[in-house]
C-alpha cells in the first residue's frame, strides 16, 4: 500500500501532511464548507485506518482516501438535495393553505355575517339573559365600561363581572355556532 503499511502510524501521518490540504481543497469544492471539507477528509482518513488491514498490500492510500472523500462527498450532497425538497415540498404546502385562506377570505361575504337573522338571534339570546348577566354584559359590551367600573356601578367583585360576561358569550356562541363558520 503507498503511503501508509498496514500498522505505520508513521506512514499515516506522512500521508495526511502530505495530502490533507490537497483532500480539503478537493471536498471544499463540492461541499462548499471548509468546516464540512475537513470532517469529510478527516472522516476519510479514519475509515481508511479502521479498514487498511483489509487492503491489498499494493494499494493506492491516496487513491482509497480520495474515493473515500468522493462518497463522503456525494452523501453529503444528497442528503442536501433530500432537505431542500422536503423544504420545496413544505413551502409548496404552506403557499397551498395561505392561497386557500386568501380565497376563502376574498369569497367571505361579511354582510352576512351581520345579517338581519343573525340580528335578530343576538337580540333573542340577549333577551333571555338573567337581568343582572344582561345589563353586565350590555354595559361591557355595547357602552364600553370596564370590568371595575361595572363591578363599582353595580356593587359587584370583579369575578362577578367576568362570570356574568362569560355567561352572556357562551350563550351567544351556543346561538351563532351555524353563523360562526358561514364564511
Given at each position: ?14 500521508l ?12 471544499k469544492?463540492?461541499?462548499?464548507q471548509k468546516?464540512?471539507a ?14 487498511r488491514?483489509h ?8 487513491a ?29 404546502l404552506?403557499l ?23 340580528q335578530?338571534l ?39 363581572v ?9 350563550l ?12
Amino acid at each position: 500500500m503507498s503511503g501508509a503499511s498496514n500498522d505505520n502510524t508513521a506512514g499515516l501521518n506522512e500521508l495526511y501532511r502530505k495530502y490533507n490540504d490537497r483532500f480539503v481543497r478537493f471536498a471544499k469544492t463540492y461541499v462548499v464548507q471548509k468546516e464540512t471539507a475537513e470532517d469529510i477528509v478527516m472522516e476519510s482518513f479514519m475509515c481508511y485506518w479502521e479498514n487498511r488491514r483489509h487492503l491489498a498490500p499494493n494499494s493506492n492510500a491516496p487513491a482509497y482516501i480520495t474515493t473515500l472523500i468522493k462518497n463522503k462527498c456525494l452523501n453529503h450532497l444528497r442528503h442536501l438535495r433530500t432537505q431542500q425538497e422536503i423544504e420545496r415540498y413544505i413551502t409548496s404546502l404552506e403557499l397551498w393553505e395561505l392561497e386557500l385562506k386568501i380565497a376563502t377570505l376574498e369569497a367571505c361575504n361579511p354582510e352576512k355575517l351581520f345579517s338581519e337573522e343573525v340580528q335578530q338571534l343576538i337580540d333573542k339570546t340577549l333577551a333571555a339573559l338573567p337581568p343582572k348577566t344582561h345589563d353586565v354584559f350590555l354595559r361591557s359590551r355595547y357602552h364600553d365600561q370596564s370590568h371595575r367600573e361595572i363591578s363599582q356601578s353595580l356593587g359587584l367583585s370583579e369575578k362577578s363581572v367576568e362570570y356574568h360576561i362569560t355567561k352572556a358569550l357562551k350563550l351567544l356562541r351556543t346561538a351563532l355556532k351555524d353563523y360562526a363558520s358561514s364564511c
